[in-house]
């Protein structure tokens, strides 16, 4: 009788440990999509992010103000070496404003926001440029209809180019719905 009592516990433990990007509402009455640190509980963490693996990025303790503990980095070279997050898109018409800390050592990285209609291929929306080689905060605002199935993508890169060890820093990624 006891070891019954114990699973729906055990259950529920395992139910609040795990973590996942939902959607949660600002201070400023913005429902905030993606709030990522790149850290968790004070670890380095990726959580709903898939990025290249190493030695082509990784985490560092070098973050902008306010920036935590983590930031990651990754290394410029070849198309699709990127971090990318993927989110579900409610329907009907909305603005959505992905905002950024990042810096490169040299060639120009970007942050770009995606569409990704259900039944089409990627539609590129907008492109921050990252040129500064110390940490800036930037942000854009889009507007985009979404219908059942469509889904935004963030993408962070290092840049294409020929320069050896270019790395581009990126942390406190929000992507929020304003309206």
């Known amino acids: 009788m006891k070891q019954i009592r114990i699973v729906p516990v055990l259950f529920l433990l395992l139910l609040a440990s795990c973590k ?80 950024i800390w990042a810096k490169t050592t040299a060639v120009t990285g970007y942050a770009d926001l995606l569409f990704v209609p259900a039944y089409s291929s990627n539609d590129l929306r907008k492109r921050i440029e990252i040129p500064d080689t110390t940490w800036h ?16 993508r963030v993408v962070l890169s290092a840049g294409i180019g020929e320069v050896i060890f270019s790395l581009a820093y990126f942390d406190l990624c929000k992507l929020e719905q304003l309206q």
Request: hydrophobic share 30%.
């Open 20 to 99: 996942s990007e939902s959607p949660t509402s600002s201070g400023t009455g913005a429902i905030v999509l993606l709030n990522s640190s790149f850290e968790s509980d004070g670890m380095p963490s990726d959580s709903i992010w898939s990025i290249p693996p190493p030695p082509l990025s990784g985490f560092s303790t070098d973050v902008p103000p306010n920036g935590g503990k983590y930031s990651i980095f990754i290394e410029a070279g070849n198309p699709g070496q990127n971090a990318l997050a993927s989110l579900a898109l409610p329907q009907g018409m909305h603005v959505f404003r992905l905002s």
């Open 137 to 152: 905060q930037y942000s854009l605002d889009d507007t985009l209809t979404a219908q059942s199935g469509d889904s935004i």
